[in-house]
RNA sequence: GCCGCGGUGGUGGAAUGGCAUACACGGGGGACUUAAAAUCCCCUGGCCGAAAGGCCAUGUGGGUUCGACUCCCACCCGCGGCACCA
């Protein structure tokens, strides 16, 4: 064995040699390239370049992906694997705030840290579509469809509780807020009103749930999604006030149980409590409100249930009955109103209401024990008047029915899903393109004279006001209205993380077009992302996001369908060695450019495909990374002593052509771990049959294994003489022929246990299976003279003798 | 509480109705070496047995089936998401 396999001094060579002829360029379609072949459009979700370089689990990702991208190219595809960044953020910001350092600095630093880290591990990204949503050239895009969003009435400003750090004086994200204390200072975080931006994600959440039904998502995320969409079906009732027109209306899923309702309970951010509250009351709401209001969200939460009776009445449309108004500020404001009717002996939260204040429990549903607890299943009405004995699911839909031939309520769909906050008081993200004019109120940017650019400042401190740093800056805020040419002035927010994000897999297919968002053509032939990998984190609110979008650009027809991506998967998190969260604070972090240096690129990438199941969370071992260089060595040493032998026997042959399948098929199907133990193992039998295994079958290997292994395959493939890369061949093909076995190990079962196996020709029939099986030295003890019940026989697999 | 996922050797895991424990790690033994490392070869679920062989074992308890890690029912435990959403 004359040459040692050396991954550090290979490795660099074959990366410059790829880049160097732009292998990996994913092609556009034009008129005269006819024979592009099938599209495959490729996407990991970008990285925000963070100081700490890249994280072993955005190379679990990148480097599984990477192993599909380039066996797709070698079955013909044209394949589309881009990358970018996703750099607007708040660690840039923060840093600034400390060193006086411009974001743009730091991010240009890290992303070429990262460039680096990622082109170290081979990856056969096609950089010549490099994207960065902090480039004026990007945002100015997502600055045009934030104005599509306004000018279709999806943008909206409206006053909403922020988080707040009264110490810092500044807004808080709430990533920022860590059990309900301010990340920076500690400080108790409190809420204050803000008019924010908003967008009417709202809108679509019917779509966005139904259309999850045309594409191939893990269940899992399908699951999540639908859950965070929260859609429920219910009735509306409305509680005229006494003496008054005015009415209550309030939301229930249990209809059913209106006989039982002893009280209306709304929250305290009810415009209607002022309204109603009677005057010998009003101090004591006065004060509950104000409490409430000083109350984290984790007392609201967890704290016994309070209210404040406001002295007013409504009536129960059903049986006129005058039932008592409550404030109580466990009753979600955002959620089917904000008011709730108060069915304490069918709901726990109001039992444990009505038990603390005294309030009536009425039992409307039989079946459970209402002296105990609250009986939440469905039953048979009582004491509900014409209603009684109607089971519950019948009830509800017979009372809705009732209350809407009179009019006094009606049949409604609630969601959990809110509209999205669109704001943020911060410097390092996109200016919200909209100018404020006393005479015309918002006006948007005019679309020529995108991008609002993000000024330069001096100073990245907060302003304490709650605005965001560019409010300081008052010649970039000054402006002409574009309607009317009058004085006016900037909006001062700028976008969340999320902007830039919500559209950037349109633009990887047009990175360069200043006239478009991206070429209509170009959108016709990549959409939809064939396959799209991220992270489980980012499913309720990255992946539910560019949907939105998505469906927006495409009902104003900017985008031909209405669901970007086609396939959705998603990796395990990978744990430290010992189990925890990496952290630099706990010390055990793996920097994949340490394990580059010992191991090499090729065992990195090998050992993160081979750790376990792709979308399962699992703890790093270095052990394991050891075993994988150990495999790669053996490797080298096998092709090397094989690549000159003449021709592989029948069993060899055969075996192989069953790796090509199942390493096909596990590729499509993510199941990475099992193909790279499927390599072992077919190792593992070359070595011992290397006398009669020969170039044919190894020449192939290389090809098959060249996705996984990108490095050693394309060395090992050189040596042997080639000229053309390995990643340039085609992607073997199985032949049915060699798979089909000629003879099967035949099991033998007595009673459905393993007794004996048989080697037999295949498809051998029953008849001869059983007097073959019948005749082993081993079955006749067994059977001795037991009689034969039956005989089950299954073709080329086992027979089982029942005695 | 609701939704989803999972529970298999000493460890990571394989097998989705038909040979449980592939592949790898770790461990043990041997070869090579003055020695060690590296490498190579053999063994490695538990129990009984000298061996042949047998019995037991996929969280627990039932069920369906000729046959169950796999399907069904009930339960226990762990993980992730949501959660005063009426």
Redesign the pocket.
């Known amino acids: 064995m004359s040459i040692k396999y050396n991954p550090q001094k290979i490795e660099k060579k074959w990366q410059n040699f790829w880049e160097k002829k732009g292998f990996y360029r994913a092609q556009n379609p034009a008129p005269s390239q006819k024979r592009l072949g099938p599209k495959f459009y490729i996407l990991v979700e970008f990285p925000y370049p963070s100081g700490d370089g890249l994280h072993v689990g955005h190379v679990r990702s990148y480097t599984a992906l990477d192993a599909v991208a380039r066996k797709k190219r070698m079955q013909g595809f044209n394949v589309l694997y881009p990358m970018g960044w996703d750099a607007f953020g708040l660690p840039a910001e923060n840093y600034a705030i400390k060193t006086g350092i411009h974001p743009s600095i730091t991010v240009k630093k890290n992303i070429a840290n990262f460039k680096r880290q990622m082109k170290s591990l081979g990856l056969s990204f096609d950089w010549e579509r490099e994207i960065n949503t902090t480039d004026p050239k990007y945002y100015k895009w997502t600055q045009w469809i934030f104005l599509q969003l306004f000018k279709n009435g999806l943008a909206y400003k409206k006053k909403m509780p922020i988080n707040w750090c009264p110490s810092c004086k500044i807004g808080l994200a709430n990533e920022e807020v860590v059990d309900g204390e301010c990340e920076r200072c500690g400080a108790q975080a409190t809420i204050k009103e803000k008019e924010q931006w908003m967008l009417k994600i709202t809108k679509y959440a019917d779509r966005l749930i139904k259309d999850l039904d045309k594409v191939n998502y893990l269940?899992?995320i399908k699951?999540?999604q639908i859950?965070?969409i929260?859609k429920?079906f219910?009735t509306e009732v409305d509680f005229k006030l006494e003496k008054t027109d005015k009415k209550i209306t309030v939301?229930?899923?249990?209809i059913d149980t209106i006989f039982g309702a002893t009280a209306v309970v709304i929250?305290p951010e009810n415009p209607l409590v002022q309204e109603i509250t009677k005057k010998e009351k009003e101090t004591e709401v006065k004060r509950y409100i104000k409490q409430s209001k000083q109350k984290s969200e984790f007392e609201?939460?967890n704290?016994e249930?309070t209210g404040v009776f406001t002295g007013a009445y409504c009536i129960n449309p059903l049986n006129n009955e005058k039932v008592p108004i409550w404030v109580g500020?466990?009753?979600?404001a955002?959620?089917?109103g904000?008011a709730?009717?108060m069915?304490p002996a069918h709901?726990a939260?109001d039992y444990q209401f009505a038990k603390k204040y005294e309030l009536a429990i009425k039992e409307v549903v039989s079946g459970g024990d209402i002296k105990k607890e609250a009986f939440t299943d469905y039953g048979a009405l009582i004491n509900s008047g014409e209603f009684d004995g109607l089971s519950s699911e019948k009830a509800i839909k017979i009372i809705t029915q009732w209350l809407e031939q009179k009019k006094l309520g009606r049949k409604t769909i609630?969601y959990?899903l809110r509209d999205w906050v669109f704001s943020r008081q911060h410097y390092w993200g996109e200016p919200i393109p909209i100018i404020h004019c006393k005479k015309c109120g918002q006006v948007p940017v005019l679309e020529k004279d995108l991008p609002v650019k993000l000024p330069f400042v001096k100073k990245y401190q907060p302003t304490g006001t709650g605005e965001s740093p560019l409010a300081a800056i008052s010649s970039w805020i000054k402006v002409k209205c574009p309607k009317c040419k009058g004085p006016a002035k900037r909006e001062t927010d700028t976008m969340p993380n999320w902007a830039g994000s919500s559209w950037y897999f349109m633009r990887y297919l047009d990175p360069k077009n200043d006239k478009k968002i991206t070429d209509p053509k170009k959108l016709k032939y990549w959409i939809p992302v064939d396959w799209y990998n991220g992270g489980?984190?980012h499913t309720?609110l990255h992946l539910l996001y560019s949907r939105f979008w998505y469906k927006f650009l495409y009902d104003i027809k900017v985008v031909p369908q209405s669901e970007p991506y086609a396939k959705r998967t998603s990796h395990g998190i990978i744990l430290a060695q010992d189990s925890r969260k990496m952290s630099k604070s706990w010390g055990n972090v793996i920097n994949p450019d340490d394990i580059i240096k010992q191991y090499g690129a090729d065992s990195l990438r090998l050992y993160e495909m081979?750790?376990?199941?792709f979308d399962?969370?699992?703890?790093w071992?270095t052990?394991?990374i050891?075993?994988?260089r150990?495999?790669l060595?053996?490797f080298w040493n096998l092709v090397l002593s094989c690549i000159n032998n003449k021709k592989s026997n029948k069993e060899i042959q055969s075996a192989f052509n069953k790796l090509i399948k199942k390493i096909t098929e596990d590729l499509d199907n993510a199941?990475f771990?099992?193909a790279?133990?499927a390599f072992?193992?077919f190792s593992?039998l070359v070595?011992?049959n290397q006398d009669k295994t020969g170039k044919d079958v190894i020449e192939k290997l290389l090809i098959l294994f060249a996705p996984f292994a990108s490095h050693i395959t394309e060395e090992l493939w050189s040596l042997s003489g080639f000229k053309k890369s390995v990643h340039l061949q085609k992607w073997p093909v199985y032949n049915p022929k060699l798979i089909k076995e000629e003879k099967i190990?035949l099991?033998i079962?007595i009673?459905?246990?393993?007794?004996d196996?048989i080697e037999v020709a295949v498809d051998i029939s029953e008849n001869k299976a059983k007097e073959i099986a019948l005749s082993q030295e081993?079955i006749k003890k067994w059977i001795a003279d037991k009689k034969i019940k039956?005989v089950?026989f299954?073709k080329n697999?086992?027979i089982?003798i029942?005695v």
């Open positions: 269940e899992k699951a999540q859950n965070w929260g429920s219910g939301f229930t899923t249990r929250s609201r939460i704290l249930k500020d466990y009753v979600v955002a959620y089917g904000g709730v009717m069915v709901d939260r609630q959990k489980m984190e309720t081979f750790m376990g199941p399962q969370m699992i703890a071992d052990k394991g050891i075993g994988v150990r495999f060595d053996r199941k771990n099992t790279v133990a072992m193992e593992n070595s011992s190990t099991v079962q009673n459905g246990k393993v007794r196996k081993k039956k089950v299954i697999k086992l089982n029942v």
